[in-house]
């Protein structure tokens, strides 16, 4: 017995440890296996440790949990700079007895705990998630390596963000929870699901449907995947405290999606549907008083697609709703509505809408209404909106905090009829609306605005467009010492007929104090006295005698400074005086970021500009700067520093026509100081064109002519014509990387040069232009000018042994060039390189590269004794010591690295004992002749090969511009991840040796 008993003691003790060792034993093996699918099956980036993968047969047995902590997947082009998949921990479950005894293993289970998922599809429908290699499936193909058996999923805080360009929709969850259980093998299953989140952001179109709400949901699902159709029972869900139900089916069998859902509301509590209304969920919705019944009830039947729309019918009733805040002593009460939305055909333009009870009681004071819509098509209404709002009331029945109100605001608004553009027909209206003795007094300022008095009306008796009046009588308000005061009539929808005025002024910074605007400081001083009298008609003919307009608007100590615009813009005075043809800007003195600009001129169209949907604002302008500091204008950082602020392109409005002499003392442009610039700007249609410009800099002049146009924002381009006087050849090459590329010898060089040239291309992100778009010509002329400690120098004097200094004086050189495709071809052109006669001709490319032929006729006795030696054996006298040896010289490599050659092959002695010996006079120019048939054509392959590499460039470029235009949409992705609080953390650092793999497929 006791025998018995040590062996099984002993057999359970080797189970125990079998188990804490099984997982070591095994994990290179999984380990592997992992390397090997992602190599096998992803095209991304995929990022994790392989310290972070652990095995356990504990978690859930009999079933071994492979663990990866810290996993990221990274797409490739065209989503390299977005992280698809950032998960805490990834879980996988494999079935014990497939791992020890089968060939491969079957997958159990799929846990993702804690992370994010960031889904992203562009216009063109390329989905970020399309990481997998596409695969040929034959009769013949070999079977999968994983077999799939999962029975579990299970999802914990993961954060969403789908974003889909294609169909211009916009998805954020945060905190995402659920999990299921179901034979996901099988084609026909039933899967329990439990969910909850918060929905973050969910916008179609451009419209928001849900912002900020929570939501969970339980139900069993079905689902046939052969026929992809997905059978919700019972289901149970909540957005917020509103609890409803839904049943039925969503079916994608082919292209159109088919839906027979029903839904209903399931707690008919008027507090239930409170909750969705984001001022009143807040933390004090728990001890809201409330009451009322709720009734919620609808369905969705039908096919979905690029033509038909489901069915629907949605319907919400409130009786006798009330609720009320717990500090406060009145409620809002009388809660009534009755709401139908529906459409019984599959053209949502049949869609109506019928709201023929509502009312409520703002404390003592109702409000009542109907609203009845025939459809999307003819837009009939019949619509009323009936009110009386005691203001000082409102603060007691909603928590206003540090806001006081008073006054009355009366609303009286009746509409019926349809809108029919064609036939010049609009609804009957006649609308009134007064507020009356108004007060708002804010705890940030110690004064109110006072006497706040609106008094409008909109009447269209007949229903004719011609019979429209807006009649805003009475507009005004005081603040302290200060009031302002306007109306404004407006009669026929189609001619637009005007009359109004506005007079007196407006301290910005109490406005501002009393009603504050998030990431926006402004303050100032407007002063108006404006008349304004007219039609939009005669404005669209140019008709401005048929206007009247007069008056005066000043500007004084104001400033701005907002998210938009942290350079912030300072007008320390402007006056503008207003006339039918224009705005004369009398006098403006302002300080735009960190420059002072004044400018005086005439603003003309501005009645189109201002009214028409495509009218053109025109002007003339002359600008004057003491210093102006573009590159802050050209960052997104407000900072002034130009070495570390990155520049980017600048878009132009195009309906701005605008004529500008320009005149700055000194302008700061990228590592530039311009000194003494000025000239003439014409901004027309997007694009800024440059005529007679000049400028002082590097030690001499800048005259241009030119464009700059960035209507294409992915390949902005510009076209100049320079005339340069005086330039130092040092400071160009520090400062133009045109000379950096093409020209390198002049970081070697000393002296001035002056050329005329003209060149083209496009821009890159930083607003420098991009080498491999150059094209242009122009002659580059130096008068003097020193060659010093200079590789090429070194490399001929090495190599020919002719002089043994490594400086070069020129004079008087005169070069011809022509760029295409990037790379600088440079013509033929005589220089004398030390004693000697030369001409030199070739190429540089836009990569640095380099390809010149230099040809030179060199006495035979400058050789020294290798000439002295072969003479001597050569009789008669044909040659001597004066005889002329031709040298062709290639160079190429790069400037700083250059590999300089005889043409040919030839070494120095063999060059001089064929020249001498063949003692023909034609010999000299045969030998250089062939050294230049034999570069030209070598050049010509260079060329292409230039050219194919530019082009490569080229479209990389558009490419990553093309990704800016897009940041807009990609900030408001950025805002997203903000609310979902730490999207996308960076990696945590560690001490221990980095063992993280990057797969790069």
């Known amino acids: 017995m006791k025998k018995t008993i040590l062996i099984l003691s002993g057999i359970f003790l080797f189970l125990i440890a079998s188990a804490f060792t099984l997982p070591f034993i095994f994990k290179d093996k999984i380990a592997a296996h992992i390397d090997q699918k992602i190599a ?123 974003d889909d360009r294609e169909l211009d929709y916009f998805m954020a969850l945060s905190g995402i929870n659920g999990s299921g259980n179901g034979e996901f093998t099988a084609d026909v299953y039933e899967l329990p699901v439990e969910m909850e989140a918060m929905i973050a952001d969910i916008t179609y179109e451009g419209t928001n449907y849900l912002s900020n709400k929570s939501f969970s949901g339980e139900t069993l699902l079905n689902i046939d995947m052969k026929n992809m159709k997905f059978t919700v029972s019972d289901g149970d869900f909540k957005l917020n ?51 009322g019944s709720m009734d919620f009830n609808g369905f969705v039947k039908g096919i979905y697609n690029d033509t038909k729309f489901p069915a629907f019918d949605v319907s919400l009733k409130v009786a006798d709703g009330m609720f009320q805040y717990p500090d406060l002593p009145r409620p809002v009460k009388n809660v009534n509505l009755d709401m139908q939305v529906k459409n019984e055909t599959d053209n949502l333009d049949n869609t109506s809408i019928s709201i023929p009870t509502f009312n409520l009681d703002f404390g003592s004071n109702p409000i009542s209404g109907k609203f009845f819509l025939s459809d999307l098509v003819s837009y009939t209404i019949d619509a009323a909106l009936n009110g009386k709002l005691n203001l000082e009331e409102l603060t007691s029945i909603f928590p206003i905090e540090d806001m006081n109100l008073k006054g009355t605001l009366d609303v009286n608004a009746l509409a019926k009829g349809r809108y029919d553009s064609v036939a010049g027909i609009i609804p009957a ?26 008094n409008a009306s909109i009447q269209n008796i007949s229903g004719k467009m011609n019979d429209f009046l807006v009649d805003l009588s009475q507009f005004g308000f005081e603040l302290e010492d200060e009031s302002i005061k306007g109306k404004l009539k407006i009669q026929d929808f189609d001619q637009l007929f005007w009359d109004g005025e506005i007079i007196g002024g407006l301290d910005l910074k109490k406005i501002l104090t009393i009603f504050p605007m998030e990431g926006m400081e402004m303050e100032g001083r407007i002063n108006a006295d404006l008349f304004t009298k007219g039609s939009y008609a005669a404005v669209e003919a140019e008709k401005y005698n048929q206007l009247q307009t007069s008056g ?91 070495v570390s602020s990155e520049m980017t392109v600048i878009e132009l409005p195009k309906n701005i026509d605008f004529t500008m002499t320009v005149a700055a003392n000194e302008v700061l442009y990228d590592n530039l100081t311009l000194k003494e610039m000025k000239g003439n700007m014409t901004l027309r249609d997007g694009v800024l064109n440059f005529s007679d410009a000049s400028m002082q800099t590097m030690g001499g002049t800048i005259a241009l002519n030119g464009t700059y146009d960035p209507r294409d924002l992915t390949a902005p381009k510009f076209n100049f014509d320079l005339n340069i006087a005086e330039l130092s050849i040092a400071e160009a090459f ?18 001035k040069f002056n050329s005329n040239l003209s060149f083209s291309g496009n821009l890159g992100q930083d607003m420098m232009p991009l080498l491999s778009s150059l094209d242009g010509r122009g002659l580059l002329k130096v008068a003097e000018t020193a060659l010093k400690d200079s590789k090429i120098l070194e490399g001929i004097t090495s190599l020919t042994k002719l002089k043994d200094v490594n400086t070069l004086q020129l004079k008087n050189i005169s070069i011809p060039i022509s760029i295409e495709n990037g790379v600088m071809d440079v013509k033929p052109f005589d220089v004398k390189l030390w004693d000697y006669q030369a001409n030199v001709q070739g190429s540089a490319g836009f990569d640095g590269s380099i390809n010149y032929l230099v040809n030179m006729l060199i006495p035979a006795n400058k050789f020294g ?137």
Do not use: C
């Open 552 to 642: 005066t608007m000043d500007i004084s100590n104001f400033k701005f400074v907002s998210q938009d615009i942290p350079q912030g813009v300072e007008i320390f005075s402007a006056k503008a005086t207003f006339n039918p043809n224009n705005i004369s800007l009398n006098e403006f003195d302002s300080k735009l970021g960190e420059s002072h600009v004044k400018a005086t001129g005439t603003l003309s169209n501005y009645m189109n500009y201002l009214l028409g949907e495509d009218g053109t604002l025109k002007g003339q302008l002359a600008l004057n700067s003491p210093r102006f500091n573009v590159n802050e204008w050209m960052s997104e950082d407000a900072s002034s520093d130009t």
């Open 429 to 454: 209206i006649d609308a009134k609306l007064q507020l009356a003795n108004g007060y708002v007094k804010s705890a940030d300022y110690p004064a109110p605005i006072e006497n706040l008095n609106v």
């Open 865 to 1001: 004794s290798q000439a002295t030696s072969i003479l001597a054996t050569i009789s008669g006298n044909q040659v001597d010591e004066n005889t002329m040896i031709p040298l062709a010289l290639n160079l190429s490599g790069t400037y700083n690295s250059p590999k300089i050659a005889l043409a040919g092959g030839n070494s120095i002695e063999t060059l001089l004992a064929n020249t001498l010996k063949a003692r023909v006079s034609g010999e000299t120019q045969a030998l250089q002749t062939k050294a230049t048939e034999q570069f030209n054509a070598a050049q010509d392959s260079i060329k292409k090969e230039m050219k194919l590499k530019a082009e490569v460039i080229q479209d990389s470029v558009k490419k990553e511009l093309e990704k800016q235009v897009d940041v807009t949409k990609d900030k408001a992705v950025d805002e997203a991840k903000k609310l979902l609080k730490g999207f996308l953390p960076k990696p945590k650092p560690t001490t221990k040796p980095d063992t993280t793999t990057v797969k790069n497929n």
């Open 734 to 751: 520090k400062s133009f990387n045109t000379v950096k590329a093409f020209a390198p010898i002049a970081q070697n060089l000393t002296g």
């Open 40 to 162: 096998q099956s992803v095209n991304a980036k995929v990022i994790y440790d392989i310290d972070n993968i652990s095995l356990s047969i504990f978690k859930r047995f009999p079933n071994i949990s492979a663990n990866i902590k810290d996993l990221g997947v990274v797409g490739n082009a065209p989503f390299e700079s977005d992280t698809l998949v950032s998960l805490d921990e990834l879980q996988i479950d494999f079935n014990l007895m497939s791992v020890l005894f089968e060939e491969f293993p079957t997958l159990t289970g799929v846990h993702l705990n804690g992370g994010n998922l960031y889904i992203k599809v562009l216009e063109d429908g390329t989905a970020n998630y399309d990481i997998t290699y596409p695969s040929e499936e034959t009769a013949n193909s070999a079977e999968s390596s994983m077999k799939i058996g999962v029975d579990q999923l299970e999802i914990n805080d993961l954060n969403l963000v789908y």
């Open 241 to 291: 405290d509103f609890h409803f139900g839904m049943t039925g089916f969503l079916a994608m069998p082919s292209d159109d999606i088919e839906f027979d859902l029903n839904f209903g509301g399931k707690d008919n509590e008027f507090k239930s549907l409170l909750s969705l209304v984001p001022e009143i969920y807040s933390e004090s919705f728990s001890s809201l008083q409330t009451s």
